[in-house]
């Protein structure tokens, strides 16, 4: 008889520990959408071994968040994959449905912007600035006006990267004849494009050119996910 009951808990514990991370995924796939402002809810997934005891502690030590397509100041991010660490979530919230408020103590991520989502947002701003591969670096072309008339322009640019603030620097550019243009003409194909209210209050820290794309590091530390605090950062 005991073995039988024995097996019987054994068998609950591995069901609680095999369906839970499903039901602990929604609540906090929900609480980003509201918390972030997210147009659709994203991909939520735990990980970590064993998983019960996190389940018990409420912490959740391996939490991966995919965000696709979501909009910030007109900008569309194509994608963005986010390493959660140290996700609270109470076992009562969880069993009661009514999970409200989720500290997260960092984050890391990669963030993806293709070049036609960025060109498109520069000629949304008005600019002639188009921005594409060049190997390891970024090549930028456009039209400038020198002395009376408009001169098109390509080059090489560097990528600068600052928190919220993608720039993109020519270090030489070249008239269609040939002509290399000086430096103080080159800095007027300058661009700098905002990545402002990216989820989870994510800060960009570096770059690495793709053929069809630019992927960004960034991270983020004592994030709580809480409705109408979007990206609300603790201590």
Do not use: C, W
């Amino acid at each position: 008889m005991a073995a039988v009951i024995v097996v019987v808990l054994l068998g609950l514990l591995l069901a609680v520990d095999r369906i839970t991370p499903r039901v602990v995924a929604g609540q906090i796939a929900t609480q980003a959408q509201r918390s972030e402002g997210l147009a659709t809810k994203p991909d939520v997934s735990l990980g970590g071994f064993p998983f019960l005891t996190q389940v018990l502690h409420g912490d959740y030590r391996d939490v991966r968040v995919d965000v696709r397509g979501q909009v910030e100041q007109g900008l569309r991010v194509d994608q963005l994959h986010a390493e959660l660490v140290g996700v609270r979530v109470p076992l009562a919230d969880v069993l009661h449905g009514d999970v409200q408020r989720i500290p997260v103590d960092r984050l890391t991520a990669r963030v993806e912007l293709t070049y036609t989502d960025l060109n498109a947002y520069l000629r949304s701003q008005g600019s002639a600035v188009t921005v594409g591969p060049a190997g390891t670096a970024i090549q930028v072309s456009g039209s400038l006006p020198i002395l009376g008339t408009t001169v098109d322009a390509v080059g090489t640019a560097d990528i600068g990267v600052a928190p919220a603030e993608i720039t993109f620097s020519p270090r030489e550019l070249t008239a269609p004849v040939g002509t290399a243009l000086s430096p103080a003409i080159s800095r007027l194909l300058t661009v700098r494009v905002p990545v402002a209210g990216l989820p989870f209050n994510l800060q960009l820290t570096s770059a690495t050119v793709r053929s069809d794309r630019i992927l960004f590091d960034a991270a983020g530390q004592n994030v709580v996910l809480e409705p109408g605090t979007v990206g609300r950062v603790t201590g």
